[in-house]
């Protein structure tokens, strides 16, 4: 089926849209249509806030929100709210707040906040003449900002440098403003690309007046100004210990046993690219939840944290694992550029309720509670991994999705949930199972 262009889309009404939609794409036009509008907020004003969020908005799109509690950080008690919509997710979460609880809970550092944000530009002139305008005018760079930067100062934060980078070794002419910020409870992505867009207009216009540049080295190209989200000297560290003997949960090991084989699994991850994308994708689970729920952008997260992951030049594991004096250890380093007050955070009114759950914190906190919530997950999909295997615990969560798929009835979920307590769980025995106990029913 070819569908013709359409044209001026996004000014019809979200009505028009949907109707659009449904003669063009849906097979059964009503069902479509009304399926749409059963997910509408009967609140107007609450489905209008969300239609405003993005453009050609048609319905909502639900995913779960879950809280994990127990979780035992420094010393304080949290719930974690989590977005996702994996089954065992939350399950495991918790499962792994309340064995670390027991064991002297989460211990979590911020190891630094700095923002990078860059002014990407074509420079084809002598470099010590470049060299001599950036520095003469650097301090009209941080000046020529202040309109911006004024309110984030008074708080404490602001722009923390800006140096000049040769890039030219890289591709002919490019250099960079390589710069860097302080963006406090903020995420800060609007503040540094405003001052990224404000040092581009401020260097190119000085550069028409320098006297030191002949006509073609005034004629900077200024390729584009944004912020990065690698943010490397942005990070947090998060980490469990327990004398060895005390990992005495799992029946299958001795808590020696599980120590090493524990440790051989991590560095599993440490050495083999295929497994630490799996490995870390685990731990993305725990994190990317919790950056869903307090409405920050799991995109920026996701990208930042993979390319921490191969800084050294190779995939490797996000987490560390190692015995030492018979205590076993087990931590996770990783980038974290979060905010907890503007964008999503004060318009979303579950993101406010989120926050207010984890008793409003900083970004800071915020950077350490995600961490935590990343090493709980990993610390839950490796020691599945060690013992039963990933399916038991995955597939017991994942039985109500296969029943709710067949349009099983409450009686017929309790049933389903008992007979399988205590078996393991796989598609084809719940499709025998529940057929049986549908032939049965009078
Ligand atoms: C599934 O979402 C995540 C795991 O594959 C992570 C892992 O293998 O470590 C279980």
Redesign the pocket.
């Known amino acids: 089926m070819t569908v013709p262009p359409v044209k001026g889309f996004s000014k019809l009404s979200k009505e028009d849209k949907i109707d659009w939609l449904a003669s063009h794409y849906f097979s059964n036009p009503d069902e479509g249509i009304s399926l749409l509008k059963k997910y509408w907020n009967h609140d107007a004003k609450l489905q209008q806030l969300h239609d405003e969020f993005i453009e050609n908005t048609i319905t909502n799109f639900y995913v779960p929100l879950g809280v994990a509690p127990n979780f035992l950080i420094n010393g304080q008690n949290y719930t974690i709210p989590m977005a996702i919509e994996?089954s065992?997710?939350v399950a495991a979460a918790s499962k792994a707040a309340k064995f670390w609880m027991e064991r002297g809970g989460f211990k979590t550092e911020v190891l630094g906040t700095e923002k990078i944000g860059q002014v990407h530009f074509i420079y084809q002139g002598h470099k010590k003449r470049l060299q001599k305008f950036f520095t003469a005018i650097k301090p009209k760079l941080f000046s020529a900002a202040s309109h911006i930067t004024k309110n984030m100062e008074k708080r404490g934060g602001g722009i923390t440098g800006i140096e000049l980078i040769d890039k030219t070794g890289e591709l002919p002419g490019y250099f960079q403003l390589h710069s860097t910020f302080e963006t406090l409870d903020a995420m800060g992505a609007n503040f540094i690309n405003s001052c990224l867009e404000q040092f581009a207009a401020t260097f190119k216009e000085e550069a028409v007046g320098w006297d030191g540049f002949d006509d073609a080295e005034k004629d900077i190209e200024i390729v584009m100004s944004i912020l990065s989200n690698y943010v490397p000297n942005c990070v947090v560290r998060a980490s469990v210990s327990c004398p060895v003997k005390d990992l005495d949960e799992d029946r299958e090991l001795t808590p020696g046993s599980f120590a090493e084989k524990f440790v051989r699994a991590v560095d599993i991850?440490r050495v083999e690219p295929h497994?630490a994308v799996?490995?870390n994708?685990?731990?993305m689970?725990g994190i990317d939840a919790v950056v869903l729920a307090t409405g920050n952008d799991f995109r920026a997260v996701e990208a930042g944290i993979h390319a921490y992951a191969s800084k050294n030049g190779k995939y490797t594991s996000l987490t560390k694992a190692w015995i030492e004096e018979d205590t076993f250890h087990f931590s996770i380093e990783i980038p974290l550029a979060l905010g907890t007050v503007g964008g999503l955070t004060s318009l979303h009114p579950l993101v406010r309720l989120s926050l207010e759950i984890l008793d409003n914190p900083s970004a800071k906190d915020l950077m350490q509670i995600a961490a935590v919530a990343g090493l709980a997950?990993?610390f839950a999909?490796?020691r599945?991994?060690i013992t039963t295997g990933?399916q038991k615990g995955?597939m017991k969560m994942h039985l109500m999705n296969i029943l709710n798929q067949l349009e099983a009835t409450e009686e017929e979920k309790n049933y389903m949930a008992s007979y399988f307590k205590n078996k393991t769980v796989t598609h084809s025995d719940v499709i025998k199972v529940y057929e049986a106990h549908k032939r049965k029913q009078p």
Do not use: D, M, P
Request: without cysteine; positive net charge.
């Open positions: 994996e065992s997710v991850a497994r799996t490995h994708k685990g731990i689970n997950q990993n999909a490796i599945s991994l990933i995955h």
